[in-house]
């Protein structure tokens, strides 16, 4: 029993080790603006549509409410298109 004990920490320590030692990828120039990207368009979905908004806990857009006019849903389009 303490011989299994034993062996496992050996190798639990090993492999986190290697894990410790492992390369650090170096960073992508294209992937911050991505994440940019992601965040700009997540934002502007949850202003567009505040009650999804507020059913997944961000209260900012509690005081209005989806537009679904023609002129808002043509200047959704335009936003699309940008």
């Known amino acids: 029993m303490k011989n299994r004990f034993g062996l ?3 190798i639990l320590f090993f492999a986190t ?3 410790s ?3 650090v990828p170096a960073p992508n120039p294209g ?3 991505f994440k940019q990207l992601l ?3 997540w934002e502007y979905e949850l202003r567009e549509s505040p009650e999804l908004a507020t059913s997944i806990g961000d209260y900012r857009y509690n005081d209005h409410w989806s537009d679904s006019s023609l002129a808002h849903l ?3 389009k335009k936003d699309i298109q940008e």
Do not use: H, I, M, N
């Open 74 to 76: 043509q200047q959704q």
């Open 8 to 10: 496992v920490s050996l």
């Open 31 to 33: 992937q911050a603006q």
């Open 17 to 19: 080790l290697s894990l």
């Open 21 to 23: 030692a492992a390369p």
């Open 39 to 41: 965040a700009d368009e």
